[in-house]
T-cell receptor
Framework: GAVVSQHPSWVICKSGTSVKIECRSL??????MFWYRQFPKQSLMLMAT?????????EQGVEKDKFLINHASLTLSTLTVTSAHPEDSSFYIC??????????FGAGTRLSVL | RKEVEQDPGPFNVPEGATVAFNCTYS??????FFWYRQDCRKEPKLLMS???SGNEDGRFTAQLNRASQYISLLIRDSKLSDSATYLC???????????FGAGTTVTVRA
């Protein structure tokens, strides 16, 4: 149990376009979902915490208008990178928690902005 | 100071060897501790939680030292499949937020 699906796994887009990433908990209801970004050889950096039906809480330095998070149900959260630029190229990973300290991670989305 | 710090390594060890490494955390109020494993270009996967009394899972042993604010991971009888980056992860609050170290890379050679 505790499977988290993330889609797409890899996306290449032109500068200026928007990219939507989906994160789904397949076999449990996630009370909280998290979005991370990871640059090569660096740690996962938390971008935002998302609870179903409420606004996401963004970490300091993360632009909420740039990274739109929607958590419409207990099994789905989406991250939209708006007007993506090359510096947004990174590995984006979501995770889900079912009310405990353990987080279950999606497989990640590798975003390359040309 | 980073909340979680790890020696990046790499630790290059032969098969069958024992390898151990530590991680320090800055928040003395931290409550939960984990080791995650991350393979290249993949998502982190939970390896084991770390309990106050220390715990073992097969060839993996984790220890927690609250006084010195560090946790450790020891891998016995290393296998080639143990090659990965090991992430030290700490939860410091009641909102399930986790802080990640940058990882320790272990390479097991034949």
């Amino acid at each position: 149990g505790a499977v988290v699906s993330q889609h797409p796994s890899w996306v290449i887009c032109k500068s200026g376009t928007s990219v939507k990433i989906e994160c789904r908990s397949l076999d449990f209801q996630a009370t909280t979902m998290f979005w991370y970004r990871q640059f090569p050889k660096q740690s996962l950096m938390l971008m935002a915490t998302s609870n179903e039906g409420s606004k996401a809480t963004y970490e300091q330095g993360v632009e909420k208008d740039k990274f739109l998070i929607n958590h419409a149900s207990l099994t789905l959260s989406t991250l939209t990178v708006t007007s993506a630029h090359p510096e947004d190229s990174s590995f984006y990973i979501c995770s889900a928690s079912r009310g405990e300290n353990i987080q279950y991670f999606g497989a990640g989305t590798r975003l390359s902005v040309l | 100071r980073k909340e979680v710090e790890q020696d990046p390594g790499p630790f290059n060890v032969p098969e069958g060897a024992t390898v151990a490494f530590n991680c320090t955390y800055s928040n003395s109020a931290s409550q939960s501790f984990f080791w995650y494993r991350q393979d290249c270009r993949k998502e982190p996967k939970l390896l084991m939680s770390v309990y106050s009394s220390g715990n073992e899972d097969g060839r993996f042993t984790a220890q927690l030292n609250r006084a010195s604010q560090y946790i450790s991971l020891l891998i016995r009888d290393s296998k080639l499949s143990d090659s990965a980056t090991y992430l030290c992860v700490v939860n410091s609050g009641g909102d399930y937020k986790l802080s990640f170290g940058a990882g320790t890379t272990v390479t097991v050679r034949a």
